[in-house]
């Protein structure tokens, strides 16, 4: 494994009577795509929602690059270069691509909107991750599965980050829309960023990420690089884990 970008030691997240999160450790390359793979609710986007500032852990570390901190805020998480996609993407449907990426960060000139540089920014962005939106003046509510996800990575690198956390980036799409959104993801490895992806689909990360851990019931279980294992081993490996924890 490369230089470590990301480091989550023994994260513990609680909310009431759930322990979502029980002892969360892993390391992300910089440079990598790691994928972290597990069933609903074993505590995937609780982790992504601590990673990007959202959530204080009960328990933990995490360190970016040289800072290592208990939790983070969303400002701090910003300034260490993160950057997120949501599993909702929380896009607004009514609202057009280009507003859309610059939402609540509007671009102005004097008092009013700059609607021009906005627009203008906005095709730079999707051009430069290849994402096609013929028309950026029409609400993102009439575009495709991919156009939206698409939509959403520009809006959060907009900024740019250099470590782009993801939650089920292909969740609900079609085959053709999984491919080029696992293709846009493979090209900003390609140009130098770190990704964190969550999916349950295994079939996808392996095509896709370097390394893979497991999350079982809040508690990441293994971490292997992707050509150490293979898709049958690993959902093996799952199961084993589910039986043994069955027992306790
Ligand atoms: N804000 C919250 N309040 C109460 N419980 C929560 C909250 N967020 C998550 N949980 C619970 O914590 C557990 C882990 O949820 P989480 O959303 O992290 O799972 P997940 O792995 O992302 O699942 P999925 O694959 O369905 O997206 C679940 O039992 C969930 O119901
Ligand atoms: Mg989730």
């Known amino acids: 494994m490369g230089e470590t970008i990301l480091s989550v030691k023994g994260i513990a997240k609680r909310f009431g009577h759930i322990q979502a999160l029980r002892d969360a450790t892993l390391e992300v390359a910089r440079g990598s795509i790691t994928a972290l793979v597990g069933d609903n609710g074993s505590g995937k986007s609780t982790l992504i929602q601590i990673l990007s500032g959202n959530l204080l852990p009960d328990r933990g570390e995490i360190q970016v690059g040289e800072a290592c901190c208990h939790g983070l805020t969303i400002r701090r998480a910003m300034a260490l270069g993160i950057r997120t996609v949501y599993q909702d993407l929380a896009l607004d449907d009514c609202k057009t691509s280009v507003e859309n990426i610059f939402l609540g960060s509007e671009l102005t000139r004097g008092p009013f909107l700059d609607r021009r540089a906005m627009a203008r920014e906005a095709r730079r962005l999707l ?29 959060a690198l907009r900024r740019p980050g250099e470590l782009l956390l993801l939650d089920e980036p292909t969740a609900a799409m079609g085959i053709q829309e999984s491919h080029s959104t696992l293709r846009l993801l493979a090209g900003l490895r390609d140009r130098g960023m770190t990704l964190l992806i969550i999916s349950h689909n295994l079939h996808q990360v392996f ?28 959902q093996e490996q799952i199961l084993r884990r589910e039986r043994e924890e069955d027992r306790l």
């Open 127 to 155: 051009e430069e991750i290849h994402v096609e939106i013929p028309d950026l003046t029409e609400p993102v509510g009439r575009l495709s599965g991919g156009q939206r996800q698409g939509l959403a990575i520009a809006r």
């Open 207 to 234: 095509a896709l990420a370097d390394y893979i851990y497991v999350l079982r019931a809040g508690r990441v279980l293994t971490g292997t690089a992707t050509g150490d294992t293979t898709v049958d081993a690993l």
